[in-house]
């Protein structure tokens, strides 16, 4: 899109799925003399003034240029203002059936077809906004959950982060993530369900799985055959649409980035890539998620389940989920997210012990040489969010950098960069406002003085949270 368009901006951003129904009325809001960090990786800036209005930043530069500009002025001394963080690899919690509980659900079935518990899915996405998140990716999940979630997030009626979704993924019988994916074996028998899913669900980003497995506990499954991949890849490219892909290995990756796939739904983790790949990520610009926290979680919550006492974990979880993950550290039994044998029996939390750190310094070079890597969790709470910048930092990751694959890189990786993901004037006012430098230590993401989603302030009061009524952090 033409940022210069004169285009009415309602029907502008609606070409491109957001919207600015909230607060898109209001007077300009000055934040003046803050140390901004755009998220484009240049250094941070101190004394500069950024100006808001109809849901985007429409003056960025030193204070001096916003003297005597009309609006409602936020003083941002000593505050550090960043870009809203991006989450994109999630599966928004709020669906189950019998024996695979997308946990916490209040409602439970026997049978083996879905259930939907809305609730649950409005306290995930509180979760993200409270946490600074203000896009998430949806990347597989039943339509019936996520897709009237992003019909009324658009249209104004749920306050909650900008929702981009895949819904059904695509995949071959047996394969990876059969369960909440449209099956396809041949081409062109596949066109016609492919072409329902897209008129259906209107993906935003597409999800492809393709992954033989066989690695750590898991057997051997089927694949999609290469070129059947191909047509899949072409097919929604043909119809305007972006492809992620499920891998968890170089040569599934490869194979896949030359089969024409436009991002990574994950970076490789079954052992450190090759020099050879780490060019090859640099060369191509191919967006990578970095999905550290879903295998760390497991051993984090068995070692350290303190780390459930965290303000973004009391604020974001109900108290017996917390106590309930406790309990698994404690004792055994269900884990997070399915019925299988106590968590500190399964060889898949050793496995995923072993893995992370290869999976970080793979991140790590990738980074370093230049590549794509977007911050993407695999999960459902924003506060799992910042955990993946704490893992960022941990695999050696400048901080700079950090917040740049938290926001920036995201919107490369949606094919939004040029209407979202920095603060630069022209683009969505998504932002996060702190009182501590990020750049001093990442963990000063979470010391928020207010999220800002579409130019508008959240008032975290208004948020549906599951660890209860909060306040609203700035009047
Ligand atoms: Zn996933």
């Known amino acids: 899109m033409n940022l210069g368009s004169k285009k009415p901006l309602s029907l502008a951003l609606a070409a491109i799925g957001l919207t600015l129904a909230f607060g898109a009325q209001?007077?300009?809001?000055?934040?003046?003399?803050?140390?901004?960090?755009?998220?484009?990786?240049?250094?941070?800036?101190?004394?500069?003034?950024v100006v808001i209005d109809g849901g985007r930043f429409t003056v960025v530069g030193p204070s001096i240029l916003a003297q005597g500009l009309p609006g409602r002025r936020i003083d941002g001394r000593g505050k550090f203002l960043i870009p809203g963080l991006m989450d994109i690899h999630i599966h928004l919690a709020g669906f189950s059936r019998a024996g695979q509980a997308w946990i916490p659900s209040t409602k439970t079935t026997t049978t083996g077809k879905w259930v939907v518990d809305r609730k649950v899915g409005e306290q995930a996405l509180a979760s993200f906004l409270y946490a600074g998140v203000t896009t998430v990716l949806d990347v597989g999940n039943i339509p019936e959950n996520i897709l009237p979630l992003r019909t009324d997030e658009r249209a104004g009626?749920?306050?909650?982060?900008?929702?981009?979704?895949?819904?059904?993924?695509?995949?071959?019988?047996?394969?990876?993530?059969?369960?909440?994916?449209?099956?396809?074996?041949?081409?062109?028998?596949?066109?016609?369900?492919?072409?329902?899913?897209?008129?259906?669900?209107?993906?935003?980003?597409?999800?492809?799985?393709?992954?033989?497995?066989g690695w750590?506990?898991?057997?051997?499954i089927p694949i999609l055959p290469k070129d059947l991949l191909q047509h899949i890849i072409q097919f929604y490219n043909a119809h305007g649409v972006r492809t992620t892909v499920h891998i968890s290995n170089e040569s599934r990756a490869l194979e896949a980035i030359y089969s024409g796939v436009d991002t990574l739904a994950h970076t490789p983790i079954q052992g450190p890539v090759t020099d050879a790949f780490v060019k090859m990520a640099a060369a191509k610009q191919i967006p990578m998620a970095s999905t550290m926290m879903i295998?760390?979680?497991?051993?984090?919550?068995?070692?350290?389940?303190?780390?459930?006492?965290?303000?973004?974990?009391?604020?974001?979880?109900?108290?017996?989920?917390?106590?309930?993950?406790?309990?698994?550290?404690?004792?055994?039994?269900?884990?997070a997210l399915t019925t299988s044998p106590p968590l500190y029996q399964r060889s898949w939390r050793l496995w995923m012990k072993t893995q992370t750190p290869i999976l970080q310094d793979n991140i790590r070079r990738i980074d370093a040489a230049?590549?794509?890597?977007?911050?993407?969790?695999?999960?459902?709470?924003?506060?799992?969010?910042?955990?993946?910048?704490?893992?960022?930092?941990?695999?050696?990751?400048?901080?700079?950098?950090?917040?740049?694959?938290?926001?920036?890189?995201?919107?490369?990786?949606?094919?939004?960069?040029?209407?979202?993901?920095?603060?630069?004037?022209?683009?969505?006012?998504?932002?996060?406002?702190?009182?501590?430098?990020?750049?001093?230590?990442?963990?000063?993401c979470k010391a928020i003085v207010f999220v800002m989603k579409a130019g508008e302030i959240i008032d975290e009061s208004k948020l549906s949270l599951a660890g209860g009524p909060e306040p609203r952090r700035m009047p």
């Open 370 to 444: 230049g590549g794509v890597i977007a911050a993407g969790t695999d999960g459902t709470n924003g506060a799992g969010t910042q955990r993946e910048l704490e893992l960022l930092a941990q695999a050696g990751v400048p901080n700079l950098e950090i917040i740049k694959i938290a926001t920036f890189n995201g919107a490369r990786f949606l094919g939004k960069q040029e209407q979202m993901g920095s603060i630069e004037e022209g683009k969505i006012a998504d932002s996060v406002l702190l009182s501590a430098d990020p750049t001093a230590d990442i963990d000063n």
């Open 295 to 335: 295998g760390d979680n497991y051993t984090r919550i068995h070692e350290h389940p303190e780390f459930l006492d965290q303000p973004l974990y009391v604020a974001t979880m109900a108290p017996v989920e917390r106590a309930r993950l406790k309990k698994i550290s404690a004792e055994g039994g269900e884990t």
């Open 157 to 213: 009626k749920l306050l909650a982060p900008h929702i981009f979704a895949t819904g059904n993924l695509v995949t071959y019988p047996g394969s990876h993530g059969t369960d909440i994916a449209i099956n396809v074996s041949s081409w062109p028998e596949a066109e016609a369900q492919l072409q329902a899913q897209f008129d259906s669900q209107h993906p935003d980003i597409q999800k492809i799985t393709y992954d033989d497995e």
């Open 26 to 49: 209001a007077e300009p809001i000055i934040i003046d003399h803050t140390t901004l960090i755009d998220g484009t990786g240049r250094a941070p800036r101190q004394d500069m003034s």
């Open 216 to 220: 750590g506990s898991r057997p051997l």
